[in-house]
């Protein structure tokens, strides 16, 4: 199936018919010396008119009509373009629960992990972030955008009293972050969940999924295995034996939840090493996705009709057939 890419050009055959009714016309008009002019003169004087008079025309038509068609790009084919910079979207999930507050490190793990944050958003100016807080329910923050600076300036609020809700569900916040990437345009990018709790086989089961609709998932763990008390309004959190509950980081099950995601995981560091690591796959990750990704585009086939018109050229503009036009 042909199409013209440039429809437009196709205009320009209007103009044409006006020339060759302009060259009908002076052709007619040549005709009428017959009657004041003797026909034997008439051989002197004028180019001789006969039917082989007509072949210029239609030669000159015909190559404008080519002209034309090419210009206005008619394609028969279609080639593969790649995609690039499809992976250079990222979605950040920071936990807000109350376990974020516990100080391992100090002052607490909430305010060490939006230094953190800050950190990624000032380093790396060529990507877009959007940035959702959870607890058991997703809350976004910012969607997608290329602006980290508007991102950076709405951190130093965040924190658990905001949310309407406590707890933990990692599973929401995960297809929250989905919906934020497909509604950037990017169905295909990356998600960094910044936690501090155990995770479940249906988070990791999640993880898989996102994975293979080309959504990866790293995680930045924050705490320690010592872990620390979860402070409350009256003290700490205790069971129900009256115990002080001590909040540890499990590295070992959020290692498994990154490898699901086909992500990494790191530790929150004093240093850059985790911020570097985590930058360092997500530009592994995108040049996958863009030797993978590509779109069918139209090509343009006009340029195979200029051998058909350079000769055509050629024969209207020789000086004979020039003149029987004229």
Same mark, same amino acid.
């Given at each position: 199936m042909s199409i013209f890419l440039k429809p437009w050009w196709l205009?320009?055959?209007? @103009?044409?018919? =006006?020339?060759?009714?302009?060259?009908?016309?002076?052709? /007619?008009?040549s005709h009428n010396w017959h009657k004041v002019c003797d026909a034997e003169l008439l051989k002197v004087q004028l180019i001789s008119i006969g039917d082989s008079s007509i072949i210029p025309i239609i030669l000159l038509g015909l190559a404008w009509l080519i002209a034309v068609v090419a210009l206005a790009g008619p394609s028969w084919t279609t080639v593969k !373009? @790649?995609?690039?910079? %499809? %992976?250079? /979207? /990222? +979605?950040i999930? =920071?936990?807000?629960?109350?376990e974020m507050m516990v100080q391992d490190p100090n002052p607490n793990r909430l305010t060490r992990a939006k230094y953190k944050i800050s950190d990624l958003l000032r380093s790396t100016n060529d990507r877009q972030y959007g940035l959702a807080v959870y607890s058991s329910e997703p809350f976004t923050v910012s969607p997608v955008t290329s602006d980290g600076a508007t991102i950076d300036s709405l951190l130093s609020a965040? &924190? @658990? !009293?905001?949310?309407p809700i406590g707890g933990r569900n990692i599973v929401f916040a995960l297809d929250h972050a989905k919906d934020l990437l497909v509604q950037s345009g990017q169905p295909k990018g990356n998600i960094l969940l910044v936690t501090t709790g155990n995770v479940n086989s249906e +988070?990791?089961?999640?993880?898989?999924?996102?994975?293979?609709q080309g959504i990866t998932t790293s995680v930045l763990g924050v705490g320690s295995a010592i872990g620390g008390p979860i402070p409350e309004s009256t003290g700490f959190l205790k069971d129900g034996n009256n115990k002080v509950v001590l909040s540890k980081l499990n590295r070992t099950v959020l290692e498994k939840?990154? #490898?699901a995601g086909g992500g990494i995981y790191k530790t929150l560091s004093h240093d850059q090493l985790d911020l570097n690591s985590l930058v360092s !796959?997500?530009?592994?990750?995108?040049? #996958?996705?863009e030797d993978n990704l %590509? +779109? &069918?585009r139209r090509r343009n086939d006009g340029y195979w009709l200029l051998w058909i018109l350079i000769p055509l050229i050629s024969l209207v503009f020789s000086v004979g057939w020039r003149n029987s036009i004229i």
């Open positions: 205009l320009a055959i209007f @103009p044409l018919l =006006l020339i060759i009714i302009w060259i009908y016309y002076r052709q /007619t008009k !373009s @790649p995609i690039f910079k %499809s %992976s250079n /979207t /990222t +979605v999930l =920071l936990e807000l629960s109350q965040l &924190d @658990p !009293s905001l949310l +988070v990791i089961a999640k993880a898989a999924h996102l994975k293979h939840l990154a #490898k !796959s997500w530009n592994i990750q995108a040049e #996958k996705i %590509s +779109v &069918d």
